[in-house]
């Protein structure tokens, strides 16, 4: 089986294409992993990475930047901004405005 996962990593290693998808599901599976509601079992920091990059086929783990912890929440506009509804609007982060109803 040993010989199996190092044909893998060579197959990687050597592919630009495979090793770009490779990359990008590692990366995208460590995201996914950082962001899980119950830290305590999914804890990022106690992973064995070596392990999960074997998995996607890298003998070395790539270097990932993880975006923990970042969430987009709407931003309040002042109290003078109200809709024509009279509720207050709040601004997304793409910068569209949108009226809630409570």
Known sequence: MSSAYHLLEKLI??????NKSAKE?????MQSYAQQALKDVF?????DVMAV?????????????LKIGLKAKPQKKPASDEGESGEPS????????RQWCR
């Open 25 to 29: 599901a590692y990366r995208s599976w």
């Open 43 to 47: 804890n990022v920091h106690s992973l």
């Open 13 to 18: 290693d050597k592919n630009y294409y495979l």
């Open 53 to 65: 990059a074997k998995s996607f086929g890298f003998s070395v783990p790539p270097r990932v930047h």
């Open 90 to 97: 709040y601004t997304l982060p793409g910068g569209g405005n």
